[in-house]
C-alpha cells in the first residue's frame, strides 16, 4: 500500500512538471551546458570536508542548511555539527530563518543547500555570514544550472538548481569575502569570510525577476575553477 502511494505520488508530480513546462514555454531557451558532472570525481561532501579539515578537523564547529536526507550531514567529520531543516535530518526540525534568530553560536563551516531561490539562499548567506567565525567559510550548492528548466522558479524538473545562481552574481562583487566557484556537483560555491567589514551588492532591482538569459550573460564572469584550482 505504502508503494502504490509512492507511485501515486510521483505520478502527480510528473504530470504537475508536464503541465507547468507548457505553462511557462515562453521562457524556455535552447542552450545547454555541457558540465558532466558525473565525470569530475569530485562533489560537496569532499569539499566541505576539505574546509573542515583547514579549520580545526573534528572540532570545527559546522552549519548545514537543508539536510533532507542527511547524505552529507552524516559524511562530514566533525564532532560539532548542527542542521537544520524544516522536514527532515540535521538536528533541528525548524526554517532556517528561525534558527538564525535564536542562534548565538559562531561557526568555522556553513553549508547552505536549503530552499533553493534567490531571495531565501540571499538571505540564508547574509544570517551565515553573521554567525561566521573571521576567517570561516560559507560552501553553497547548485549554482551551475545546466539548462532553463533545471533553475526555472517556480520548479519544473526533478533536477532542480532554483535560480541560486543569482546571489552568485551579487557574491562576485562583494567586498572582504573570497569567493569562487568550483566546477563540480551543479556548481559548489566557497566563500571565505576576510574580515567582519564584508558587503554584498543588492542587485535584486534588476536580478529577482530575470530569466536563464541572465545568467548566460553573467556565468563567464563568475570565478570558476576546477577542484584542484580552487583548493588550492
Not at 6 to 28: P, R, S, T, V
Not at 136 to 145: E, S, T
Not at 174 to 190: E, R, S, T
Not at 198 to 212: Q, Y
Request: glycine residues 6%.
Amino acid at each position: 500500500m505504502l508503494y502504490l502511494k509512492k507511485i501515486i505520488k510521483f505520478l502527480k508530480q510528473l504530470l504537475l512538471f508536464q503541465f507547468l513546462k507548457i505553462k511557462y514555454k515562453k521562457n524556455a531557451h535552447p542552450k545547454i551546458f555541457e558540465w558532466n558532472w558525473d565525470k569530475k570525481n569530485f562533489n560537496r561532501i569532499a569539499v566541505v570536508n576539505f574546509l573542515i579539515a583547514k579549520t580545526g578537523g573534528l572540532n570545527s564547529k559546522y552549519l548545514e542548511i537543508g539536510c533532507q536526507s542527511n547524505t552529507l550531514f552524516n559524511s562530514v567529520a566533525s564532532i560539532k555539527k548542527t542542521g537544520v531543516d524544516p522536514v527532515s535530518g540535521g538536528t533541528h526540525q525548524m526554517t532556517s530563518d528561525d534558527f538564525f534568530l535564536s542562534n548565538k553560536e559562531k561557526f568555522n563551516v556553513i553549508f547552505i543547500d536549503g530552499l533553493h531561490q534567490y531571495q531565501q539562499v540571499r538571505k540564508d548567506t547574509i544570517n551565515s555570514l553573521n554567525s561566521l567565525e573571521d576567517g570561516g567559510w560559507v560552501a553553497f550548492h547548485d549554482f551551475l544550472p545546466t539548462n532553463w528548466k533545471e533553475q526555472h522558479i517556480p520548479r519544473l524538473n526533478s533536477d532542480w538548481t532554483g535560480d541560486c545562481w543569482k546571489l552568485a552574481i551579487e557574491l562576485t562583487h562583494a567586498q572582504n569575502l573570497d569567493f569562487k566557484i568550483i566546477k563540480i556537483d551543479n556548481g559548489v560555491g566557497i566563500l571565505q569570510k576576510k574580515s567582519s567589514d564584508w558587503f554584498i551588492p543588492d542587485l535584486s532591482k534588476n536580478l529577482k525577476t530575470a530569466g536563464f538569459e541572465k545568467f548566460m550573460e553573467n556565468v563567464e564572469k563568475m570565478p570558476l575553477y576546477s577542484f584542484y584550482e580552487a583548493l588550492k
